[in-house]
């Protein structure tokens, strides 16, 4: 197996992007594009949603979708990409660039066994021309991205975890040896020690080949900390580049310093979590002024006379903004004061009076050959009346089958529910006033509001049915009371017209949170309500969160795998393990001070920025 890569007689960067403009059909999804890739480098690419990062990647790797089209140059070793015919391009993906995409169960086939991945890669390669050589190096090739069980290479996509489903991916992707990997999102849709374990995963495989690497992502810390430089895509134009360091800790473009300040610390709680106003604009819409106008708190009329081009204002650090000089002292106050923080007050350890209280819970469910598996084995916790709780753990630890056990979505198999004085362990078995009066006063909130939406309904609808629901309703949902409750989540009336695909995921989360208010309850249960959004709509929802609470008095039982949104939110934390609550207590003291081995885990898998792990 190689771990050097190396070209005989090449020298200078190994990928050159030059002048990549990507559009659909007349519609330019980019700008004209630049990007340079040395040998053994690693580069990130980062932007929130829409601004055209997985398409440039695709593009070098020649993966376009259907109507989409590239023009410009991408040179790799000296190959110009852009001229190759596909037959010629199959020869060159896989074997010299590569691609890792965010989902590994889409790019595995549901049909294949883990290992036939990876086999299938090798059979093309005069070495491995026997079954028994391909066995052997399929092994090898497992182990070396951590997967020693030879069973897993037997195993169908969907008998593995989303982490050993990315790593047989990321094995399948690294078979022929590439030059270039490409890895587009490969952790987002993971949980923290699972992303933790694949990122350093990335890293040291990407060191020992020598390889390169593209890493786009919308993680700022995830790109401090993996990548030696950051390129800032926004609305399909480059903003700023420069080495990681300099750009965290002075960045030059008012959009970067705004992705920081959305970012929540890990260390620290904000005050106040500070996002940029507004969302992306198509490429096409800000062709002929800087696309960040709208949202930018230093625009005047020369901003929109025309496009910025990227220029270099410092060694090795360019910035499409133009009033970078005359803002930069603005730019780094603002950049200082984000260090400020305001430390969590906790409350006086009091159980009685607890609006949601649960005793010893056990819920289990017959698995293969009915076998019981315990996802919830003897959970005990309580909420105060107005007090945010935090539930921490990785995926399966049974953080939402606690949540649906409240909600009344499952049923435990033992133990208490007491939710507002009303035993609620059995939904079923309570009185229909009771279940009536419970279901008012908790209510949840899911991790993809999209789903939870109807797309035929109209907003107006969904906020008007949630309603009809609320306690003592007699009359109609008028205009003025959906209105009321769009007012209430940040989003004007005439929201209430549009329909759920016309909307974007920060609104669309605004939209179930108005609808889990229509009744007016006591309790929101949020699980995972934003880990699917950007860095700086993820900050928005996360400050409404903050001021609906202070508004309506409300509790909070806010379940997370990131440590740093749950320090942002929460007053207390409970860390679940294997279905056992494992750690308890304030916020400050659980993150700070982890006691548990677990817990300390969890701390220590979150991606730490340079300026974090600088001495």
């Given amino acids: 197996m190689k771990t050097v890569v190396a070209r005989a007689g090449q020298e200078g960067p190994l990928l050159t992007v030059e002048g990549l403009a990507i559009a659909h059909g007349a519609v330019p999804i980019t700008t004209p594009l630049d990007i340079v890739v040395e040998r053994g480098d690693a580069i990130a690419i980062v932007g929130e949603s829409g601004s055209g990062k997985s398409l440039m990647a695709r593009a070098i790797a020649g993966l376009l979708p259907p109507g989409i089209v590239a023009t410009g140059a991408v040179t790799l070793d000296g190959i110009p990409l852009m001229r190759l015919a596909e037959r010629e391009f ?6 010299r660039v590569s691609m890792l995409m965010q989902n590994p169960f889409t790019m595995l086939n549901p049909l294949m066994r883990s290992g036939d991945h990876v086999d299938e890669m090798l059979r093309d390669r005069p070495e491995f021309v026997s079954r028994a050589a391909r066995a052997q190096e399929v092994k090898r090739r497992l182990a070396e991205v951590g997967i020693v069980d030879e069973d897993v290479a037997r195993r169908m996509p969907f008998q593995l975890s989303g982490g050993m489903c990315q790593r047989v991916a990321l094995a399948a992707a690294l078979a022929r040896d590439p030059d270039l990997l490409i890895a587009d999102e490969p952790s987002t849709a993971l949980d923290a020690t699972t992303q933790a374990e694949i990122i350093k995963l990335l890293r040291r495989v990407q060191r020992e080949r020598h390889m390169s690497l593209i890493l786009i992502t919308h993680n700022l810390r995830l790109a401090f900390s993996t990548c030696r430089r950051i390129y800032v895509l926004y609305a399909g134009s480059m903003l700023e580049v420069g080495d990681a360091a300099t750009v965290e800790r002075r960045p030059f473009h008012p959009y970067t310093l705004g992705l920081l300040r959305s970012e929540p610390p890990v ?37 929109r006379t025309g496009k910025p081009s990227l220029a270099a204002r410092d060694a090795n650090r360019f910035t499409a903004c133009i009033r970078q000089e005359e803002i930069q002292g603005e730019l780094d106050a603002l950049r200082m004061a984000a260090h400020s923080f305001a430390p969590i007050t906790p409350r006086r350890e009091a159980t009685t009076g607890a609006l949601v209280r649960v005793d010893a819970l056990v819920k289990t469910f017959l698995g293969r050959r009915s076998r019981p598996i315990c996802a919830i084995n003897g959970v005990s916790l309580h909420i105060m009346p107005g007090e945010s709780v935090g539930l921490v753990g990785e995926s399966g630890s049974g953080k939402t089958t606690l949540a649906r056990c409240l909600v009344g979505l499952e049923t435990p198999t033992a133990g208490d529910i007491l939710i507002d004085g009303i035993a609620a362990t059995d939904f079923a078995a309570m009185t229909k006033a009771d279940r009536g009066r419970i279901r ?20 107006g609808q969904a906020l008007g049915e949630a309603l009809g629901a609320s306690a003592g309703a007699t009359s109609p949902a008028t205009p003025e009371r959906i209105a009321s409750l769009l007012a209430d989540v940040g989003l004007p009336a005439a929201y209430a017209t549009r329909r759920p695909e016309s909307l974007s995921g920060g609104e669309r989360q605004r939209i179930a949170i108005a609808r889990a208010l229509a009744v007016k309850p006591a ?37 997370t795998h990131d440590l740093a949104v749950v320090r942002q939110i929460a007053e207390r934390i409970y860390v679940l393990y294997l279905g056992e609550i494992v750690e308890e207590g304030p916020t400050e003291s659980v993150i700070s001070n982890p006691r548990h081995p677990y817990t300390r885990r969890l701390v220590e898998s979150i991606p730490r920025s340079l300026i974090q792990r600088a001495p």
């Fill in 440 to 459: 008012r006063a908790i209510q949840m909130i899911f991790q993809d509001p999209y789903s939870t939406l109807n797309p035929r309904h109209s907003v």
């Fill in 523 to 559: 309790i929101l249960v949020c699980d995972e309500p934003v880990s699917a959004l950007d860095v700086s709509v993820q900050a928005q929802v996360l400050n409404l969160f903050r001021r609906l609470q202070a508004e309506h008095a409300l509790s909070y039982l806010f379940i």
């Fill in 267 to 303: 260390d620290v709680r904000m005050p106040r979590l500070v996002p940029i106003r507004g969302s992306v604009p198509r490429a096409a819409d800000v062709a002929d002024s800087c696309g960040f106008a709208d949202r930018c708190d230093w625009v005047t009329n020369v901003c």
């Fill in 90 to 95: 199959r020869k060159i993906r896989g074997s």
